[in-house]
């Protein structure tokens, strides 16, 4: 996959960034980064490369587990991230030709969201 798009509300990536690892090169907010874009009600739509995507999923794994140094709430969180990251990641058909559309990864948990 060469590009994914995440929408959730800006302060669930943030909590993606206070959590991650050193190596984590994804877009950041505190770096004003052009990949994350604002939307309505406080939403960002992120977009990321395939590399990107791996070390989501890598970095919220390893911080949502019981041992991990983060704090619980916080786990909480990472583990929906991962969730989401990993159920979209899933349908991707690696043996599927250029222009595979690939559904963005949704976290939103507003009452009127689809």
Known sequence: MSTMKAVCHRDTWGV??????????APQ???????????DGGMIEVTLS?????????ATYRKSRPWADAFSHHKVVLRRIHAAFAEVVAKVDPAAGRGQAIPPVIIDDRIDAE
Not at 16 to 25: C, M
């Open 16 to 25: 993606l960034e206070a959590n991650a690892p050193y190596w984590f090169t």
């Open 29 to 39: 907010l505190r770096d004003n980064d052009k990949a994350i874009v604002p939307r």
């Open 50 to 58: 395939g590399p990107h995507v791996i070390q989501v999923l890598q």
